[in-house]
């Protein structure tokens, strides 16, 4: 194929002035398949042609109806290469056991796809620990072989990332029909566990918890995570998430799901406003240089965080726990999407790995902040890629890099400082909580555990709330003077538009996917998420219909 300028035709020129902005931006030409060119889909970037009215029109009779997987031909003809010999596209992921993909259909292996490339790309250059969850996918794919509702908790979490890109309400149902199916799954597995099915349990938890929108789901699966590490203890070193149980085990007796306001002294939040103060200043001394070296993307997330920061400031403190969840909810979002955009498009690049110190260090700053859920929410999560990008940025001070490179070096300070602190303080408040109870608490029930998930998910409507893409921040309602909702980064927006409302989902029930085996796993009759009961506020289309402007 020719360069561009490389041909004679007057038709590439054309072609070139259709173009999306991001492929403008980075000089590179433009291959205008709608509604996603293939440039901004293989770095994980929104494309702008989302925005124009004929990324509305359909191709084609089916379009309306089908979930937008972002397929692009080499996407299409990779995954029938796939159904045909079933062999996996990235044996470098080292998935074993491998399930039988012949079996699955086209929509779930791009789902797993969309996945296993991110995943691919960032162990092939190195950048996997960088973020929360590219390292451990090849674990969940292996666990999915012979767990159905694994399998179905990674389909969700696919379909999220999937819908949040694309804008797609039919890509949300998807997410939410494979989430429901995942939490039967999950309750049957808590309900039957054992020593064999552990890995299998702690990683639908985690998955599902990933995902989780709304605080009370949120809790209960993160109590139950807790629940089955307890549970675990016995063979923990043989776990396949040994690493991650000793690193993210919550802190002993640690409640999720009190509901009580704890009021916040004057001093207190004297010191939440001077935290504050610490991030903005750090993100102002980064900002000066994205300008001067022609970092838009990087400077825009950066804005990003600066708005975020300054709403924190603007509202009131969160008092509940769950108002905790709402204000952190934006930030932990960021957590699991920004990195996978920033280093598809520039690696190891030095500036990338400083504006990721700086979200990721956030939130270990912010934790005091939120003392109920700030640790397991956000902070434990941010704290090992942190670790990751300061050791890869420190060396940059070696002689033998350029001037550039060497000076981004200081930038790293303040997530270096919060990375040293969070430690410290982690690691004295859980020596103070054994301390404290050194007599062992009987361990929070399994059969207590699934009796309080189910009632949870049906009182609280969790179902309709699974998507990490389409929730809205609470701070939302807390508008910043001089900042409009339309000062936004284009890149992995959530929608701005009023959710229509359906007559029924999609995919209220199994579309005859080989994860959903018979029941108890899946039951075609029921809504993804009622487990038998009518969940309060249920909505027809699965999913919460979002405020017109969204603050993202």
Not at 155 to 171: D, R, V
């Amino acid at each position: 194929m020719a360069g561009p300028g490389g041909g004679p035709s007057r038709r590439s020129h054309t072609k070139s002035r259709k173009g999306c902005k991001t492929c403008k931006k980075r000089h590179i030409r433009c291959d205008e398949t709608f509604p996603q060119c293939r440039n901004c889909t293989k770095h994980q970037v929104r494309c702008d042609y989302m925005d124009s009215p004929t990324a509305m029109i359909p191709e084609s009779p089916k379009s309306p109806q089908q979930p937008n997987l972002l397929w692009t031909p080499e996407i299409d003809a990779t995954i029938e290469l796939w159904r045909q010999t079933g062999e996996f596209p990235f044996p470098e992921l080292r998935v074993y056991p491998q399930p039988q993909w012949r079996i699955f259909p086209k929509t779930d292996l791009r789902l797993v796809h969309h996945l296993a490339s991110i995943s691919n790309e960032m162990f092939r250059n190195r950048t996997s620990k960088l973020t929360l969850w590219t390292d451990m996918m090849p674990k969940f794919l292996s666990l999915a072989a012979s767990h159905p509702f694994v399998m179905h908790s990674i389909l969700a979490f696919s379909a999220s990332h999937l819908a949040w890109i694309s804008q797609s309400s039919e890509t949300r149902n998807l997410a939410f029909h494979h989430a429901g199916i995942a939490l039967k799954g999950l309750h049957e597995g808590i309900a039957n566990f054992t020593k064999v099915n552990s890995d299998a349990v702690l990683a639908s938890s985690l998955l599902l918890a990933w995902q989780a929108t709304d605080w009370r789901g949120w809790a209960s699966l993160v109590t139950g995570t807790k629940t089955v590490i307890q549970a675990m203890q016995p063979w923990r070193h043989e776990s396949m998430f040994a690493d991650y149980i000793a690193e993210h085990s919550p802190m002993p007796n640690k409640n999720f799901m009190n509901p009580i306001s704890s009021p916040i002294s004057q001093e207190a939040r004297r010191e939440h406003l001077n935290i504050l103060s610490d991030i903005q200043s750090s993100l102002q001394r980064l900002q000066p240089y994205l300008s001067l070296n022609r970092h838009e993307q990087e400077g825009k997330w950066v804005d990003q965080l600066r708005g975020y920061i300054e709403r924190l400031r603007t509202s009131g403190a969160a008092q509940t726990t769950e108002e905790q969840f709402g204000q952190l909810y934006a930030l932990r979002k960021w957590l699991f999407w920004v990195p996978i955009s920033l280093l598809a498009a520039k690696r190891m690049d030095a500036t990338v790995l400083v504006v990721l110190a700086h979200f990721y260090a956030t939130a270990l700053a912010l934790e005091p902040m939120f003392p109920d859920i700030g640790s397991v929410f956000c902070a434990n999560l941010a704290l090992g890629p942190l670790e990751e990008i300061i050791l890869i940025v420190q060396g940059y001070q070696n002689p033998s890099y350029d001037d550039r490179t060497q000076s981004v070096s200081y930038l790293i300070q303040f997530p270096s400082d919060m990375a040293s602190s969070y430690k410290t303080r982690r690691d004295w408040l859980r020596q103070q909580a054994i301390e404290a109870s050194p007599v062992q608490q009987p361990p929070y029930g399994l059969e207590t555990l699934n009796l309080d998930l189910q009632n949870q998910i049906a009182q609280y409507s969790y179902g309709q709330s699974l998507s990490p893409a389409f929730a809205p921040s609470p701070l939302n309602f807390f508008p910043t003077p001089g900042m409009s909702s339309g000062q936004t980064s284009p890149y992995l927006e959530v929608p701005r538009t009023t959710v229509e409302q359906y007559g029924g989902s999609s995919f209220a029930s199994p579309l005859g996917s080989p994860a959903a085996v018979p029941p108890p796993y899946s039951v075609p009759e029921e809504h993804a998420f009622s487990f038998g009961m009518p969940p309060m506020g249920y909505h027809p289309s699965g999913f919460v219909a979002t405020p017109t402007t969204i603050w993202t």
